[in-house]
């Protein structure tokens, strides 16, 4: 009996330290404002300067630190690189904070 509450204790553990490594990823402004302009589909890191009205060398920055944390994949096509969330459990997230926080009129 103790082996499963503990199996579950660990379980638990495990996925708080999973949710609150995704969650600080999403704490970062310039991150997340990449990771919802990267929702409708996938951009080249041009299109995301634009979107998120950064600079090439900081939204590419950006991007290695979510490629790295497995938020992001890239892709080449021809000369340039098609970015897109990679972790299926982001986009939920995302979608729920543009409704609490980008309410419409």
Same mark, same amino acid.
Do not use: W
């Given at each position: 009996?103790?082996?499963?509450?503990?199996?579950? +204790?660990?379980?638990?553990?495990?996925? +708080?330290?999973?949710? +609150?490594?995704?969650?600080?990823?999403?704490?970062? !402004? &310039?991150?997340?404002?990449?990771?919802? +302009?990267?929702? !409708? &589909?996938?951009?080249?890191? &041009?299109?995301?300067?634009?979107?998120? &009205?950064?600079?090439?060398?900081?939204?590419?920055?950006?991007?290695?630190k979510l490629r790295s944390d497995g938020l992001v994949s890239c892709v080449?096509?021809?000369?340039?690189?098609?970015?897109?969330?990679?972790? !299926?459990?982001?986009? !939920?997230?995302?979608?729920?904070?543009?409704?609490?926080?980008?309410?419409?009129?």
């Open positions: 009996m103790t082996t499963s509450v503990e199996t579950m +204790a660990d379980r638990m553990d495990e996925a +708080a330290v999973e949710a +609150a490594e995704m969650m600080k990823a999403l704490s970062n !402004p &310039g991150r997340l404002r990449i990771l919802c +302009a990267l929702v !409708p &589909g996938d951009m080249t890191v &041009g299109e995301l300067e634009t979107a998120v &009205g950064a600079s090439q060398s900081y939204v590419s920055g950006q991007l290695l080449r096509n021809g000369r340039s690189m098609h970015y897109s969330l990679s972790d !299926p459990r982001v986009r !939920p997230m995302l979608e729920r904070i543009y409704q609490v926080f980008c309410p419409a009129d």
